[in-house]
């Protein structure tokens, strides 16, 4: 059974830092993209990075371009995000994601094939 389990959620200040970690088991994503993607209360799920398998395609949303960073550990099947300079704007429940045959900057999130269930960050102001 694959699995995605996202970690490092939590409270922090604007300004502050947090890392996510998402580790994925049950199979090795040595293909597709790995992402991030976040909802916020009444709004839709929306991208906010993604890394393809050899960590040399990165794509960020603009809202988050020089503030996060997104990266992966092959050999520990895991992929994180770094996120500094945070906003209380940033507050939503983050997901990570993998797709097994999307890899690139043009992959929906139709093309994820399994998600996380989500760890959330609140950024206070």
């Known amino acids: 059974q694959v699995q995605l389990v996202e970690t490092g959620g939590g409270l922090v200040q604007a300004g502050g830092s947090l890392r996510l970690s998402c580790a994925a088991s049950?199979?090795?994503?040595?293909?597709?993209?790995m992402g991030w993607f976040r909802q916020a209360p009444g709004k839709e799920r929306e991208f906010v990075a993604a890394?393809?398998?050899?960590?040399?395609?990165?794509y960020y949303a603009d809202s988050v371009k020089g503030r996060f960073t997104i990266s992966r550990h092959n050999a520990k099947n895991t992929v994180y995000l770094q996120m500094s300079s945070l906003k209380p704007e940033d507050t939503a429940v983050y997901y990570c994601?993998?797709?097994?045959?999307?890899?690139?900057?043009?992959?929906?999130?139709?093309?994820?094939?399994?998600w996380g269930q989500g760890t959330q960050v609140t950024v206070s102001s």
């Open positions: 994601a993998a797709s097994l045959r999307c890899s690139g900057g043009g992959c929906s999130q139709g093309d994820y094939d399994y």
């Open positions: 049950g199979r090795t994503f040595s293909s597709g993209n």
């Open positions: 890394i393809n398998w050899s960590g040399g395609r990165i």
